[in-house]
């Protein structure tokens, strides 16, 4: 008899859970998450997070730097082999060094740092809190929805969503194949081939700024990891409708096939040992990028944190939970690249995203966890000035643009400061999902001159924090995140 693999999954899930709960005992270990869509801002989190931990930066909502209790951070070996480092010195020089931004996160990593810290209670004996940190993909969460559905439901929605607003425009060469495909025709590999790659176009063409849509699965398609171009990965949709199963030896069932294999050996793997391991988890969102897009992508973005949510639906740490089931008691949502804005604008971006956030819990059904959300800058490329414009004080940002950036006529060098006029976030959340109100159009408004500034990118910091003996990257509100995700086991 052939036991189903995800017995199997299961017992190993639960013999590692209990490892890492031994350990726990003697070494407290808090194993964090980081995760977000792509381009919102993880390996720039992660780096600069270790950054200030490692020489204390300025973090003065973050109660056990602030109160001088952390005696020491250091990097340790990573406990698990199979898992690449998160190569931090490498991002750290290209922030601080060449003042460019890393390279992004493409697959799973991982980066243990050993906190050695006084108590609250000031025992004599410092403590060390052991803290795993795990990079992964946002997109690879948005797959587990498809562990319950059919290669035929899966098809049939994804090609009902993609006749939709934004993505039909953007589906025209993937719709005209699919449309001379026949799924009971002879299976072939090269029609697969092509299937797949004008679906993954589609799909990257929605993930692009200016549409920023964000509920794409499956994930791998546009953040393959290792699996680039592995049969797992040769499938699409194909026009068939949602009860059927296609003949063997058919296009289809070669289909239906290797839609099964991806979710056996990409999806299930990946919630089994690293997902379900994870303590807490940071949900990074380019929240401006999707206000900037307009009510489509804001709407699909609060669908997309919904689902984020769904995969976290068991809270509170009890044995059995967690021997089991994801055990994450934390989840902090946090809103990126806040220093686009002025920090007049900081607590709307974070009401918004706050009102999105508890919008999707209702929807999600989601009780367990707690849930904070924060708008942050791990990086803070910019500074503030008000400037002066047909008569009117406008509340500003200065940086310097990337080079090669471009607004209306202008293209920047990447070494001159420029000043521009961020618009402001609406007083009612609701305003950003509003059609009618045209969304969030604030950005649009660059000034002095009219040109669209709403895409514009800064270079990383030059200036040092004065009075300190190594440089720190200056950030805007990561305190609040550390302090959310960490600080209670720093008492
Ligand atoms: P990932 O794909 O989630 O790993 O995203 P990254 O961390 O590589 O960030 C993507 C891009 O967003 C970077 O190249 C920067 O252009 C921008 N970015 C990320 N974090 C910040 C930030 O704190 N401030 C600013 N101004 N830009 C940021």
């Excluded at 490892?19 to 792509?38: E, H, Q």
């Excluded at 609250?120 to 993909?137: H, S």
């Excluded at 439901?153 to 719709?175: D, F, K």
């Excluded at 002879?186 to 799909?203: M, V």
Aim: charged share 25%; with cysteine; net charge negative.
């Amino acid at each position: 008899m052939r036991l189903p693999g995800y017995i199997f999954d299961e017992a190993r899930q639960t013999a590692r859970a209990l490892i890492d709960f031994s350990a726990g005992l003697f070494n407290p270990t808090l194993r964090l998450g980081v995760t977000g869509l792509s381009r919102s801002g993880k390996t720039v989190f992660i780096a600069a997070l270790i950054h200030n931990l490692l020489n204390g930066g300025r973090l003065p909502v973050f109660d056990a730097m602030a109160q001088g209790r952390i005696a020491r951070a250091r990097l340790e070996p990573q406990p698990d082999d199979d898992v690449p480092r998160f190569d931090y010195e490498t991002h750290l020089r290209a922030l601080m060094e060449a003042r460019r931004w890393p390279e992004s996160t493409r697959r799973i990593s991982e980066l243990r740092l050993v906190i050695e810290y006084q108590s609250e209670r000031g025992a004599a004996r410092d403590r060390t809190l052991t803290l795993d940190i795990f990079d992964y993909p946002g997109e690879w969460l948005l797959d587990l929805p498809l562990l319950d559905k059919s290669y035929a439901e899966w098809s049939a929605e994804t090609i009902a969503m993609s006749r939709q607003g934004a993505r039909a425009g953007l589906a025209g060469a993937w719709h005209a194949h699919l449309a001379n495909l026949d799924a009971s025709a002879p299976e072939d590999e090269n029609l697969a081939r092509e299937a797949a790659a004008l679906f993954t176009a589609y799909l990257r063409a929605a993930r692009d700024d200016r549409v920023a849509l964000s509920l794409l699965p499956p994930g791998r398609f546009l953040m393959p990891g290792d699996l680039d171009g592995s049969p797992a990965l040769t499938f699409a949709p194909l026009d068939i409708p949602p009860d059927t199963s296609p003949p063997s030896g058919s296009l289809g069932a070669m289909m239906a096939r290797r839609y099964e294999s991806y979710k056996d050996v990409v999806v299930r793997p990946f919630f089994h040992e690293h997902f379900a391991r994870l303590d807490r988890q940071v949900v990074l969102v380019d929240a401006l990028a999707a206000f900037n897009a307009g009510p489509e992508a804001v709407r699909e973005l609060q669908a997309t944190l919904g689902q984020v949510l769904s995969c976290f639906r068991v809270g509170r740490q009890t044995l059995w939970s967690s021997l089991v089931r994801p055990r994450v008691d934390r989840i902090l949502f946090a809103a990126t690249k806040a220093d686009h804005l002025h920090h007049t604008s900081h607590d709307r971006l974070e009401n918004i995203l706050a009102y999105m956030t508890s919008r999707a819990i209702e929807r999600a059904k989601f009780s367990g966890a707690q849930v904070d959300v924060a708008a942050v800058a791990a990086v803070r490329a910019t500074r503030e000035a008000t400037i002066e414009h047909a008569g009117e004080r406008l509340p500003s940002i200065i940086g310097v643009p990337l080079a090669g950036e471009s607004a209306g006529s202008q293209i920047f060098d990447g070494e001159t400061e420029t000043a521009v006029f961020p618009g402001d976030l609406p007083d009612d959340p609701q305003a950003v999902f509003d059609a009618a109100a045209g969304g969030f159009r604030g950005l649009a408004t660059g000034a002095p001159g009219d040109a669209d500034y709403r895409f514009l990118r800064f270079r990383p910091p030059a200036y040092r924090t004065p009075g300190r003996s190594g440089p720190t990257l200056p950030h805007i509100r990561l305190d609040r995140a550390l302090q959310f995700l960490l600080g209670d086991h720093l008492r």
